[in-house]
């Protein structure tokens, strides 16, 4: 199947710093991507879709200059949390999209990305 | 709009014993419908999927059947192993692309 890759796997960093997770389909193309939160013993949270040359689009409550996403090309995007505190620790998970809607579409999901705000 | 229901975990089995994890859904039309298991610290694997009415998807012993008279996907295993021990989504890609996820089923199973 489709092989999605997320960098870093896990990341540790100071209050106030800004941290870039990547998500990158290998083998195939993503026109649509989505970036997910999630808490210990919970759901994905969908935080925004990504779409390949135009704006992200953000869930309700998901601050956008908080969490910056960028879909430079069919195969990378990318979420910056900017000015991380410890509040913002979680797993980050990111999907690409396989497929039409209706018609054999299928996600596969990222590794995901451990931060650590501290 | 669009919801899955699953059942709440977690679900305790001892080894070899059957495995069923409810889930249903509401949705416009007929969705293709999937499975997703999360193993601890790691992300979404997909497991397994079926696209249209009546359709059985398996993989790794698991199976679910998709059923739009119960708008139902359970999913079931018939002996499961420590190694299934994980949380289970099941998912509705929904309409203008945003999938729907269930909360999930965290399994345990004992030795």
């Known amino acids: 199947g489709a092989v999605v890759s997320q960098h870093p796997s896990w990341v540790i960093c100071k209050s106030g710093t800004s941290v870039k997770i990547e998500c990158r389909s290998l083998?195939?193309?993503?026109?649509?991507m989505f970036w997910y939160r999630q808490f210990p013993k919970q759901s994905l949270m969908l935080m925004a879709t990504s779409n390949e040359g135009s704006k992200a689009t953000y869930e309700q409550g998901v601050e956008k200059d908080k969490f910056l996403i960028n879909h430079a090309s069919l195969t990378l995007s990318t979420l910056t949390v900017t000015s991380a505190h410890p509040e913002d620790s979680s797993f980050y998970i990111c999907s690409a999209r396989v497929g039409r809607v209706g018609i054999g579409e299928t996600q596969y999901f990222g590794p995901g990305t451990r931060l650590l705000v501290l | 709009g669009n919801s899955v229901t699953q059942m709440e975990g977690p679900v305790t089995l001892s080894e070899e014993a059957f495995l069923t994890i409810n889930c249903t859904y509401t949705?416009?039309?007929?969705?293709?419908l999937f499975w997703y298991v999360q193993y601890p610290g790691e992300g979404l694997q997909l497991l397994l999927k079926a696209t249209k009415a009546d359709d059985k998807g398996s993989n790794k012993g698991f199976e679910a059947t998709y059923r739009k008279e119960t708008t139902s996907f359970h999913l079931e295993k018939g002996s499961v192993q420590v190694s299934d021990s994980a949380v289970y989504f099941c998912v509705l890609p929904g309409g203008s692309y945003i999938p729907t996820f269930g909360r999930g089923t965290s399994l345990i199973v004992h030795p």
């Open positions: 083998d195939f193309q993503a026109t649509t």
């Open positions: 949705a416009t039309g007929y969705p293709s």
